[in-house]
């Protein structure tokens, strides 16, 4: 189903192609265990966050029903559709914004405390991962945080697009402060050893 050049990733027909046929090998079904060992560990306050690239939503879920004001943005249909139904089911509240994470508008510039990144850097072709970090330091307020899992594939190819260490400092440094980057001990047994867990706070 990728393109023909291995760097541009998936069009928005692809992925939605994957949510008709269930084939959602990335999605967890449940919330990625760092994070929720990081909110039983009382590293998280509940505060206003966004996550781009949000899937079915499972973390957008898990923070509406713990006391963040959550924005979850995803431009395909069978994501927006399965998550608008969970947050409907539950009677929660979230903003769920069915469009393109670059194309975020000013309303959104320094409004986010808290960005949630899960999948969907590794998700996008590697040509866009300057703007992201351009729209991720242009929403979040002064200080913000991103909070991020990256996932190290070793493979060619993608997405998932492999992402390193070094590509993570490379493309961060110059906007964001990296309090901490380390493999996580706690990712999910199909992600063990591959996860990046990041700390990024914006200068």
């Not at 927006?80 to 194309?103: M, P, T």
């Not at 072709?125 to 945080?145: D, F, M, N």
């Not at 590509?167 to 990712?187: G, N």
Request: charged share 25%; hydrophobic share 35%; with cysteine.
């Amino acid at each position: 189903m990728a393109n023909d050049n291995s760097e541009a990733g998936y069009s928005r027909e692809d992925w939605e192609k994957h949510y008709q046929s269930e084939d959602l090998g990335w999605d967890l079904g449940k919330v990625s265990p760092p994070f929720l060992s990081l909110w039983q560990e009382q590293n998280l306050v509940p505060c206003k966050t966004i996550i781009p690239g949000c899937g079915r939503g499972h973390e957008a879920v898990f923070l509406a029903e713990n006391g963040f004001r959550v924005t979850a943005v995803d431009y395909c249909n069978g994501a927006v559709n399965a998550l608008r139904k969970s947050i409907a089911d539950k009677g929660l509240e979230c903003d769920i914004l069915h469009q393109d994470f670059f194309d975020l508008d000013s309303s959104h510039d320094s409004s986010y405390e808290l960005m949630l990144e899960q999948t969907f850097f590794c998700a996008i072709s590697p040509s866009q991962r300057k703007l992201y970090v351009e729209t991720a330091h242009r929403i979040l307020k002064s200080g913000g945080l991103l909070l991020g899992l990256f996932y190290e594939t070793n493979a060619e190819g993608g997405p998932p697009f492999n992402t390193t260490r070094s590509d993570i400092l490379h493309h961060f440094c110059d906007r964001f402060m990296v309090q901490s980057l380390e493999k996580t001990l706690l990712s999910d047994e199909q992600r063990k050893n591959k996860e990046w867990l990041g700390f990024l706070k914006k200068k």
